[in-house]
Every structure is written in C-alpha cells, then in structure tokens.
C-alpha cells in the first residue's frame, strides 16, 4: 500500500473516531437534559428516588416488583387484544341472518355448572341420589322426595332433621303474632336491605336488635351479620394475623377449619374437651413468649354444643384456664342460643354466669332456635367498633332482611316473658334421652348415643366395634387417609371408601327404614374436602318444644327397632 493511500485510511479512521466521539457526547448531552427535565418533575423525582431506596434496601423486591410491571403490560396488552377480538365477533353476530342465528343458538352447547361425576365417582352417586327434597310443610310434619326418585313422595313424615328447637313459628301460642309482624316490616321495609351494614344496609330494626341481643344474652355490644357461616372466618381472621396463637378443640366444626385457615395464625389442636391436654398446650406458649419477650395474641377457640358430637363444651375449667395463661376465650354458640340454660341465653346461663364478661368473643346464629338467619357476634364495645371498620363480611356482604331483625327482637321479648317453652323443651330432653338411652340397652344397639344428655341435639355413630367388623375402619385410618389426599393430591372430590361405605350404610339400613316409618333423620353432613380434622360418620335427631310425650315414645320405639335390626347385620 502506498504512503498516499496509507494517509488517507488514517484520515477516515480520525474522522470516524470523532463522528464516533461527537455523537456520544451529543448523546450525554441529551440524557442529562432528559435526566435534568426529569428532575425537575416532582412526581417522576418521587419515583425514582422510591426506586434507589427500594433496591438499596431490598434488590429482591425490586426484582419482583420489575416482574409485576412486566405482568401488569402483558395483560393490558393482552385484554385489547380480546376486546378487538370480540369486537370483530359481535360484528359478526350483527350481520347474521335470523335464520342463522337460530342455528347458531341451536348449536350452541354450554359448559356444564358441575362436573358430571364419572365411574370413579359412584360411591358419591348415592348420596346424591339420596338427598331430600322438602315438598311440603305441614307444620310439625313434611312430605320429601329425593332425586333417585322423585316420583315416590313420601307424605307426613315427622321431621327431625333439623335445628329450630323452639319452633315459635309452629306453636299456635305465637304462631299468629309472629307471621302478622313478619308481614307489616314486609309491607314497610320490603324483603331485603339492599347493601352492606356501612353502605345504607341497615335499619333501625338492625341497631335496635344488636341492642336486644346484648341486653338478652348478658353482653357489652353486639354486631349483626348476614350469614352466620360467613361470620366466623371473618371475625377471627379480623382479629388475627401471622405470628399470633390459636389453640382449638380437635372436633370443632368446618366454620371454624375454615375461620383458622384463613386467620393466618399458628393454630394447635388439643384433644376434644381434654382441658389437661389443653393446659399443656397453653403452658407451652406462654412460656414460649415470656422467654421470647415478644407477646401476640392468644385465642382459646371451642365450640358450646359440638356440632360432630353434641358434646358440651367444660366452660368453668375454660375461664380457669384462659385467665392463669392469659388467653382469650372465643366460644361458638350456633346450636347453644335458645336451647341451653334456664331462659335459653346459652352456655354462660348454663353454667351459672351472670353475663358475658368472661368470654371474650361469642359467635351466634339466629337461623336456628330463633327461627331466622344471619349471625352475630357479642363481645365488649371496643371489639365491636373495630369489626365494623375491619371484618370483611360486615363490611362487603349484604345485611339482614329488616323483616328478619323484627321477628327476632319479638323472639327476644317472648322468651324474656314466657319461659314455658323454655322449660318444655328441657322437659321433652330429658325424656327423650332417659327412653332413648333404656330402649337401647334393650335390643343391644350397636349405635351409641355420642351427646350430652342436655344437648337437644341427640349424635348416634357406630361404636369402634362394629365400625371395625363391617369396615375395618377407625377414627385414626379415616384421618390419615383424608389428611393424604388433600395435602398431596388436591382433589375436589375426596374418597375414603371405608367412610363412605359406613355412610352409606346408615342412610340404607337406618335414615331410609325410618322414613318407610314416618320418621326423618338426618346423616350428618360432611363433605371430606373441606374437612381438616378427625371426624366419624353418624345422623342426628333434634328434641324441640312442640313434641309430646306420646311423640317422644313413639319415636323412640321406632328409632330402637330400626337400630336393632341394623345391628344384627
């Protein structure tokens, strides 16, 4: 290469160079003027100066927070998409002939709401087969269908199948009076309240039965809810976060599963009204905490008549306990109200307590002895005040019926009046239970009475024996088997066939005799994938005011021929 050519490469390599070099520092002028113009923008300067701290002090969070951004454009990109799509798609349908868009109906094939149950499915085929169908109400009794056969009505049946213990609204005495109040708040109020308790939800039937049910039931404050299942998980997940303590009864009921998951809070069982077993777990985290130097809060939770058994909860040995190892006490009294103590204000009467002032946090329904539906929740004011601001189903979740709210302030005052239905419920207990208890004895029942004799809610399961000889199966088989499939396999539908065999065998060989006999029980409701704890199949029978002793022997007699010959199998 010659020295001209030489010099002029170098020449285009210096001007490249400083085109090069001019260019990024046009480049650097322009950011800083960007940066600069940037600066001087208040909102922009707080975003930046969040994002220098936030990955000065935790780079992961920045990280995450940069995916959510990406996330955030994906799916705003993603929905134009769909509304461009289906923009086009209604602009079709626009253009369609009538007779086009008939065939288009008729083609048309929706999802179904349910999953069809398939082969594997069959052993849960019967229980659906076997649900009743209520046709008709005829006072004390009832004409039921069920789905395997809905052409086979079976008429006058004695329903016992239920939770309405004083059954005010049957019993001639008050019949009338309740249906005519039921009727004049329809008139004036319509049927519903038409939004949450903070969002013009509430009347001053709702304030006026919160107040009736404080001064009723011997509290501070009361707050009404519209669904007594829902009032559970919300107050406790209300009053709990991570890192506080749960310490609760093995068999309390699937409300309270539910309100435990969703609390957050580190939760220990203690064996079923075992109160050695449960002053060993509370012993352990209060010293726990003292050691630690840190305090959450603590909740004993239990239930006063258990729902899987009919048992009552010690609530004496309770009280003890909370106030040695400073605990809350949180008390389910859904089955209680109307039913135990001399006036039917539940498990504090029934244990001989002025008031409520010893149990923290108690949790009602109005949907059983009182005749109507929703919840509550009794407690001190300031409890009550923070769940107004901070539960979730009293604040996005419709309020009672005002319709509802009158009828139970009118149930308050007969009660507060008249004690007679009260007593005559206690009455038709006992003697169900004595006749129950002498008639099984007499034909060797297999079944066992589970219930205290104070409970209006009789529970009959299997004794360990039986189950074992025509099943092979116990308490511990059935929860192991059950914890195993919902924490390994996710199914939405659990099968434990043992259990449902067992089922299955109690509805055939007792709950369908009974109703060949005039007579409704009913099979507890359990539904395995919503179940955490240990439980056993059984049916229930309910004892309420409007029975007679006639009633009473004629039912027991049955009952202990059906039981009779099933045990014999």
């Given at each position: 290469?010659?020295?001209?050519?030489?010099?002029s490469?170098?020449?285009?390599?210096?001007?490249?160079?400083?085109?090069?070099?001019n260019?990024?520092?046009t480049?650097?002028?322009?950011?800083?003027?960007?940066?600069?113009?940037?600066?001087?923008?208040?909102?922009?300067?707080?975003?930046?100066?969040?994002?220098?701290?936030?990955?000065?002090?935790?780079?992961?969070?920045?990280?995450?927070?940069?995916?959510?951004?990406?996330?955030?454009?994906?799916?705003?990109?993603?929905?134009?998409?769909?509304?461009?799509?289906?923009?086009?798609t209604?602009?079709?349908?626009?253009?369609?002939?009538?007779?086009?868009?008939?065939?288009?109906?008729?083609?048309?094939?929706?999802?179904?709401?349910?999953?069809?149950?398939?082969?594997?499915?069959?052993?849960?085929?019967?229980?659906?087969?076997?649900?009743?169908?209520?046709?008709?109400?005829?006072?004390?009794?009832?004409?039921?269908?069920?789905?395997d056969?809905?052409?086979?009505?079976?008429?006058?049946?004695?329903?016992?199948?239920?939770?309405?213990?004083?059954?005010?609204s049957?019993?001639?005495?008050?019949?009338?009076?309740?249906?005519?109040?039921?009727?004049?708040?329809?008139?004036?109020?319509?049927?519903?309240?038409?939004?949450?308790?903070?969002?013009?939800?509430?009347?001053?039937?709702?304030?006026k039965?919160?107040?009736?049910?404080?001064?009723?039931?011997?509290?501070?404050?009361?707050?009404?809810?519209?669904?007594?299942?829902?009032?559970?998980?919300?107050?406790?997940?209300?009053?709990?976060?991570?890192?506080?303590?749960?310490?609760?009864?093995?068999?309390?009921?699937?409300?309270?599963?539910?309100?435990?998951?969703?609390?957050?809070a580190?939760?220990?069982?203690?064996?079923h009204?075992?109160?050695?077993?449960?002053?060993?777990y509370?012993?352990?985290?209060?010293?726990?905490?003292?050691?630690?130097g840190?305090l959450?809060?603590?909740?004993?939770?239990?239930?006063?008549?258990?729902?899987?058994?009919?048992?009552?909860?010690?609530?004496?040995?309770?009280?003890?306990?909370?106030?040695?190892?400073?605990?809350?006490?949180?008390i389910?009294?859904t089955?209680?109200?109307?039913?135990?103590?001399?006036?039917?204000?539940?498990?504090?009467?029934?244990?001989?307590?002025?008031?409520?002032?010893?149990?923290?946090i108690?949790?009602?329904?109005?949907?059983?002895?009182?005749?109507?539906?929703?919840?509550?929740?009794?407690?001190?004011?300031?409890?009550?005040?923070?769940?107004?601001?901070g539960?979730?189903?009293?604040?996005?979740?419709?309020?009672?019926?005002?319709?509802?709210?009158?009828?139970?302030s009118?149930?308050?005052?007969?009660?507060?009046?008249?004690?007679?239905?009260?007593?005559?419920?206690?009455?038709?207990?006992?003697?169900?239970?004595?006749?129950?208890?002498?008639?099984?004895?007499k034909?060797?029942?297999?079944?066992?009475?589970?219930?205290?004799?104070?409970?209006?809610?009789?529970?009959?399961?299997?004794?360990?024996?039986?189950?074992?000889?025509?099943?092979?199966?116990?308490?511990?088989?059935?929860?192991?088997?059950?914890?195993?499939?919902?924490?390994?396999?996710?199914?939405?539908?659990i099968?434990?066939?043992?259990?449902?065999?067992e089922?299955?065998?109690?509805?055939e060989?007792?709950?369908?005799?009974?109703?060949?006999?005039?007579i409704?029980?009913?099979?507890?409701?359990?539904?395995?994938?919503?179940?955490?704890?240990?439980?056993?199949p059984?049916?229930?029978?309910?004892?309420?005011a409007?029975?007679?002793?006639?009633?009473?022997?004629n039912?027991?007699?049955?009952?202990?021929?059906?039981?009779?010959?099933?045990?014999?199998?």
């Amino acid at each position: 290469m010659s020295d001209l050519e030489l010099a002029s490469s170098e020449v285009k390599q210096n001007a490249f160079q400083m085109f090069v070099l001019n260019n990024s520092l046009t480049q650097n002028a322009l950011f800083k003027k960007l940066y600069k113009s940037l600066e001087q923008n208040y909102v922009t300067v707080v975003i930046m100066d969040y994002i220098k701290k936030s990955h000065q002090n935790d780079p992961y969070r920045t990280f995450v927070e940069l995916i959510v951004l990406v996330i955030g454009i994906y799916y705003i990109i993603r929905n134009s998409k769909k509304n461009s799509n289906s923009k086009k798609t209604s602009k079709v349908i626009d253009n369609l002939t009538p007779k086009e868009f008939e065939n288009f109906l008729q083609e048309w094939e929706p999802k179904p709401l349910v999953d069809p149950l398939d082969e594997k499915d069959t052993l849960f085929k019967w229980k659906l087969n076997k649900q009743p169908v209520i046709t008709d109400f005829k006072g004390d009794k009832v004409d039921v269908i069920t789905l395997d056969d809905p052409q086979n009505k079976k008429t006058d049946l004695y329903n016992l199948a239920h939770y309405n213990f004083l059954k005010l609204s049957l019993n001639p005495k008050y019949s009338k009076r309740l249906t005519t109040l039921t009727n004049k708040i329809i008139k004036n109020c319509g049927v519903g309240s038409c939004g949450p308790a903070g969002f013009y939800g509430n009347e001053d039937l709702h304030y006026k039965l919160e107040y009736d049910l404080a001064k009723f039931l011997g509290s501070e404050s009361c707050v009404l809810y519209g669904q007594d299942f829902a009032s559970i998980p919300s107050v406790l997940s209300t009053f709990n976060k991570r890192g506080d303590i749960i310490v609760a009864d093995k068999l309390c009921n699937v409300a309270i599963q539910n309100a435990l998951q969703l609390s957050r809070a580190t939760v220990y069982y203690y064996d079923h009204n075992d109160m050695d077993d449960l002053e060993r777990y509370l012993e352990m985290v209060y010293n726990d905490e003292k050691n630690d130097g840190v305090l959450h809060r603590r909740y004993i939770v239990t239930e006063s008549i258990f729902q899987h058994n009919g048992q009552i909860c010690k609530l004496d040995d309770l009280i003890e306990l909370k106030q040695k190892y400073k605990f809350r006490l949180f008390i389910d009294e859904t089955l209680s109200i109307g039913a135990l103590g001399k006036t039917g204000k539940g498990i504090t009467e029934f244990y001989g307590y002025p008031d409520r002032s010893l149990v923290d946090i108690t949790v009602g329904s109005l949907g059983n002895s009182l005749g109507t539906g929703g919840g509550f929740v009794l407690g001190d004011a300031t409890m009550s005040f923070f769940q107004r601001i901070g539960s979730n189903a009293y604040c996005f979740s419709a309020s009672l019926p005002p319709y509802c709210c009158g009828v139970v302030s009118d149930v308050l005052q007969i009660l507060e009046e008249d004690q007679s239905t009260i007593e005559k419920l206690h009455y038709n207990i006992r003697q169900f239970n004595f006749l129950l208890s002498e008639k099984l004895k007499k034909v060797k029942s297999h079944f066992i009475i589970t219930s205290n004799e104070k409970s209006p809610m009789i529970v009959l399961k299997m004794s360990d024996k039986f189950r074992s000889k025509l099943f092979d199966s116990n308490v511990s088989t059935i929860y192991e088997s059950i914890n195993k499939q919902q924490t390994k396999q996710h199914k939405s539908l659990i099968v434990h066939e043992p259990f449902l065999l067992e089922e299955k065998f109690i509805q055939e060989e007792v709950i369908d005799k009974l109703i060949d006999l005039k007579i409704m029980a009913g099979l507890q409701p359990y539904s395995l994938q919503h179940e955490s704890l240990p439980l056993l199949p059984g049916f229930l029978i309910s004892v309420d005011a409007l029975m007679e002793l006639e009633d009473i022997e004629n039912i027991t007699d049955k009952l202990c021929e059906v039981l009779g010959a099933a045990s014999r199998k």
